[in-house]
């Protein structure tokens, strides 16, 4: 099974700061890495799929960078909207996913 | 408009048996792959089992010769057959439609409490 470790666990930000959050895979997962956001009570959505391609609708203020064992999702200008769970998954291998960062106000 | 509603969830004693379904709209179940995903109470996401276009069916270890998932083409819906439900099965159950090896269609979940 591969091992996705997302990093910090939670993060506080204010809002208009930006967020960087980071993803390690236990081994190469090409560039088959997807970012999902979640809010209370609510089914995750896509993000970004590909490791740095923006799902259908999502602002250009989410971006994602990184191959291999290494990703990171990066938040331009937090708006307030954006305070949820990040998940991100790998569809390498079966799929796993990490266990979530929180994004939190400062 | 995608749309994916799950339905079937509810309170169910260890051992007994649930089976949820995920109607689709939108969206042609036998045409792409097709999983559910679970999430336990404040936990993450767990990936449970996923049917392929072609019919093939696989399931996580977790719940391997347990779980049984399965469509109706006619219907052009999704199910899960839970058998055997322990109470670490207690989670959020959502269907996802794959778009790509990642799931870019969610259902809004439902929930399955196994409890005495």
């Known amino acids: 099974e591969i091992v996705m470790t997302q990093s910090p666990a939670t993060l506080s930000v204010s809002p208009g700061d930006r967020a960087t959050l980071s993803c390690r895979a236990s081994?190469?997962?090409?560039?088959?890495l997807a970012w999902y956001q979640q809010k209370p009570g609510q089914a995750p959505r896509l993000l970004i799929y590909?490791?740095?391609t923006r799902a259908t609708g999502i602002p250009a203020r989410f971006s994602g960078s990184g191959s291999g064992t290494e990703f990171t999702l990066t938040i331009s200008s937090l708006q307030s909207e954006d305070f949820a769970v990040y998940y991100c998954?790998?569809?390498?291998?079966?799929?796993?996913f990490g266990q979530g960062t929180k994004v939190e106000i400062k | 408009e995608v749309q994916l509603v799950e339905s079937g969830g509810g309170l169910i004693q260890p051992g007994g048996s649930l089976r949820l379904s995920c109607a689709a709209s939108?969206?042609?179940?036998?045409?792409?792959?097709m999983s559910w995903v679970r999430q336990a109470p404040g936990k993450g996401l767990e990936w449970v089992s996923v049917?392929?276009?072609?019919?093939?069916?696989y399931y996580a270890d977790s719940v391997e010769g347990r779980f049984s998932i399965s469509r109706d083409i006619s219907e052009n819906t999704l199910y899960l057959q839970m058998n055997s439900l322990r109470v670490e099965d207690t989670a959020v159950f959502y269907c996802?439609?794959?778009?790509?090896?990642?799931?870019?269609?969610w259902g809004q979940g439902t929930l399955v409490t196994v409890s005495s």
């Open positions: 939108g969206f042609t179940v036998s045409s792409n792959y």
């Open positions: 081994q190469g997962v090409s560039n088959n």
């Open positions: 049917i392929y276009s072609d019919g093939r069916t």
């Open positions: 996802a439609g794959d778009v790509g090896g990642y799931w870019g269609y």
């Open positions: 590909g490791a740095s």
């Open positions: 998954q790998q569809y390498n291998y079966w799929w796993t």
